[in-house]
């Protein structure tokens, strides 16, 4: 049945041909592009004029918003709150949670009466017929798929998203950009930050004297070398460490409280446990008992098989059948049945020790 749909327009190709699939399909789109930060790398001013571009091609209305303020609160500074405090994060997906598919959609509805929103996200979603729950389902080109960055969407947003390219390899969608004569068939993909090129650089504007220099210590808690500041650094970083050493030397744990890196060898950064914070259940409701699954820990990661167990406070510790290679606190940890996504949640602190705990500050 057609339905009103909001379509979130970056100006990429994958927008573009969301776009384009759900108006061929008979659907009312009204396009949308939200201004996240100035000089943004995905929504700055050409990106919104090809944009609005293509919505003429596809003949849908085109709108944008300025979303700057709220951005700021609940990304940038989560991002670098969380490097303040030793931690990796993953802004892609509060981006994704709290503003496509919460703020767009929200005001997308109310000044629009838009039923559902759309992204050119590649992820499937589908309704189990047998208990009503809604599931997220990675996409069919197995080298796009962004369920990952999606982790934490709630019940009622899977309700109301649609990912139009979700059954689409990515050659197959710039070949119909191509077809359809879009300025954006052959544009590049978006990477990184949206909201920087040079995320260290962008955390000493953001940071400024709050960032404070410290020592690199071993795991006996002897001092290699200094540091400027531990928003440079990240577990498992071997590059840019500047220590003279007979071995290369990796990132095994960041000390915001004493505000010192600890290095080691290689073998130190592999590690058999997590405990995810912050676990939203997505394809399924919190189950009683631990049970196996496949686990990312990063977006590009391969997926290992793990035990999960959930534990009270929203919590799971994740065993790994095979040692996993920098887990890193702060970043995304996924729980997989095949193509099912069926929790997510935030790598804690504690995560990931094959190390001893944190040493004690070597003598003056």
């Not at 509060?94 to 050119?120: H, P, Y």
């Not at 590049?188 to 090129?197: G, K, R």
Request: net charge negative.
């Amino acid at each position: 049945m057609p339905e009103r749909i909001a379509i979130a327009m970056s100006g990429g190709v994958d927008s573009s041909v969301a776009a384009h699939l759900l108006t061929a399909a008979g659907h009312e789109g009204v396009g949308i592009s939200m201004v996240i930060w100035p000089n943004s790398r995905c929504c700055n001013n050409e990106a919104m004029r090809d944009a609005g571009e293509v919505a003429k091609q596809v003949g849908v209305p085109f709108h944008k918003f300025d979303f700057v303020e709220e951005f700021k609160r609940k990304v940038v500074d989560n991002f670098t709150s969380s490097y303040m405090n030793g931690l990796t994060p993953n802004p892609c997906a509060i981006c994704n949670s709290d503003f496509k598919f919460l703020e767009l959609f929200a005001m997308a509805r109310d000044k629009f009466g838009c039923e559902r929103v759309a992204t050119g996200h590649y992820a499937r979603v589908r309704q189990d017929e047998a208990t009503g729950r809604w599931q997220l389902l990675k996409a069919v080109d197995p080298n796009k798929d962004q369920t990952y960055m999606l982790y934490n969407l709630s019940q009622d947003q899977l309700a109301h998203c649609v990912f139009p390219v979700g059954e689409l390899h990515k050659p197959e969608v710039r070949e119909i950009a191509r077809e359809l004569g879009f300025v954006v068939a052959d544009k590049p993909e978006s990477q990184d930050l949206c909201f920087s090129e040079d995320p260290q650089g962008f955390l000493r504007e953001q940071l400024g004297d709050q960032i404070q220099p410290g020592a690199i210590v071993d795991l006996d808690g002897r001092e290699l070398g200094r540091h400027l500041g531990i928003v440079n650094y990240t577990v498992g970083q071997r590059r840019g460490l500047g220590i003279a050493h007979p071995e290369p030397l990796y990132v095994i744990r960041i000390e915001p409280e004493t505000h010192r890196v600890v290095v080691g060898p290689k073998e130190a950064t592999l590690g058999t446990v997590l405990v995810a914070d912050a676990v939203n259940w997505v394809s399924i409701a919190e189950p009683a008992e631990a049970f196996e699954a496949d686990v990312k820990i990063r977006y590009k990661s391969a997926p290992a098989r793990a035990v999960c167990e959930p534990l009270p406070g929203g919590r799971v510790r994740i065993r790994f059948f095979e040692p996993q290679n920098a887990i890193s606190p702060g970043q995304v940890t996924c729980i997989y049945d095949g193509d099912m996504l069926l929790a997510g949640g935030l790598i804690a602190k504690e995560s990931g020790r094959s190390v001893p705990e944190p040493v004690a500050a070597a003598a003056e």
